[in-house]
C-alpha cells in the first residue's frame, strides 16, 4: 500500500508530499517506510514495523565475504554496535532510518571516519581513524570478521539472516542515587 499526503514542511512551511508505503519483507515482517523531503534541506527517512514491538536486539556474526548481503534493517531508534572496532552508533534526533545490508552499513561507518581522516589535524585521532578505516575496509572485503549488534528500544529494527541471533533487549536506565 502507498499513501500520499501533502502537508507543510516542519522548516519552512512549504507544503510537500509525505510517503507512506508498506512493504514486506522475507522473514522479517511487514514494514512502513515513511519518507519526506523539501527544498529548503528538510528530509525526514523512517522505518516502523507494523505492530506492536518490544525492545529487540539482533546479533550476527560476519565470517566471509557471502555475509556482507546480510539484509539489515535500521529504524530511527536502532543502535548500530561492532565491538571488535569499538564502534557505537547512538541515534540522534535527526537519526534516518534505513534497509541496507552489512556491506552498506559499513559503507556508512567508512564516510564517517573518512570524513575525520580528511578534517582532523589532531594526530592521535587522525591515526585512530586511519587504522580503523583500514580494518573497516578489510572487513568490507571479507577478511576480518566482526560481530554486528543491532537494538531497538521499539523493536522496529532488525538482521534478517538465519544466521542472526534475536533476544530481547533491555535498555539501560539511569537510576539516581538516593541521598
Avoid: W
Wanted: a negative charge; hydrophobic letters at 35%; charged letters at 30%.
Amino acid at each position: 500500500m502507498r499513501r500520499v499526503i501533502t502537508a507543510p514542511c516542519p522548516v519552512c512551511s512549504k507544503d510537500i508530499q509525505y510517503i507512506y508505503q508498506t512493504e514486506r519483507i522475507p522473514y522479517f515482517s511487514e514494514v512502513m517506510l515513511a519518507h519526506a523531503s523539501c527544498d529548503c534541506g528538510f528530509k525526514s527517512v523512517d522505518t516502523m514495523v507494523m505492530g506492536d514491538n518490544n525492545p529487540i536486539r539482533y546479533t550476527v556474526k560476519v565470517d566471509g565475504e557471502e555475509d556482507l548481503a546480510i539484509r539489515v534493517v535500521r529504524s530511527s531508534r536502532g543502535t548500530i554496535e561492532i565491538p571488535e572496532f569499538g564502534i557505537l552508533v547512538e541515534p540522534g534526533p535527526m537519526c534516518e532510518a534505513f534497509i541496507s545490508n552489512v556491506e552498506g552499513v559499513l559503507l556508512r561507518i567508512l564516510n564517517v571516519v573518512e570524513g575525520i581522516t580528511i578534517r582532523s589535524d589532531e594526530e592521535p585521532e587522525k591515526a585512530n581513524a586511519i587504522a580503523l578505516k583500514e580494518r573497516l575496509e578489510r572487513a568490507r572485503e571479507g577478511k576480518e570478521p566482526f560481530t554486528l549488534i543491532i537494538q531497538d528500544i521499539n523493536g522496529n529494527s532488525g538482521i534478517v539472516s538465519k544466521k542472526a541471533k534475536k533476544s530481547e533487549y533491555i535498555p539501560y536506565v539511569d537510576v539516581p542515587e538516593e541521598s
